[in-house]
């Protein structure tokens, strides 16, 4: 990854999990939590994604808006916030520009086995736009905590 705290965080767009389309800009003003992560309705992608819900109060209580990224499709995504009550946003990025600009894509090995595929980040983006935290190794249980202590 070559982005780091203190850069100006790269602009993008892309569609919901409702087909509308979402750009970084929209959230001048405010503070941003963009997580990437591999993939809808995993088991760490879940547990993740269901700690940043059940602390979706306490996150917008300080002044933060969640989004999700990950390579799934916007119909994937639908289903996932469907099946989990997801209250924040989800970007379908198959073709991997926001992941690719983020620099969350690479090589990563499970049971031994090498395969491509995005690493689980998260940007906190100030509302300058600047990158103002990075979590290379989000602690999925407590994500929504140690966002709001660390940021």
């Known amino acids: 990854m070559t982005l780091k705290e203190g850069d100006k965080a790269p602009a993008f767009h892309a569609k919901d999990q409702n087909g509308k389309k979402i750009s970084l800009s929209e959230y001048k003003g405010k503070k941003v939590v963009l997580y990437f992560y591999p993939e809808d309705d995993t088991p760490t992608c879940t547990v993740q994604a269901c700690n940043l819900r059940d602390n979706y109060a306490l996150l917008k209580k300080n002044g933060f808006e969640v989004i999700g990224v990950s390579p799934n499709d916007e119909k994937s ?27 969350v894509w690479g090589e990563k090995q499970m049971f031994g086995n090498k395969y491509m595929g995005v690493h689980r980040t998260t940007f906190v983006i100030n509302e300058k736009g600047v990158i103002s935290k990075i979590f290379l190794r989000p602690k999925n249980k407590q994500h929504a905590e140690e966002i709001v202590e660390l940021s």
């Open 77 to 103: 995504h639908k289903k996932f916030e469907t099946k989990f009550n997801l209250p924040f946003t989800l970007l379908a990025d198959p073709d991997h520009t926001i992941i690719n600009k983020y620099g």
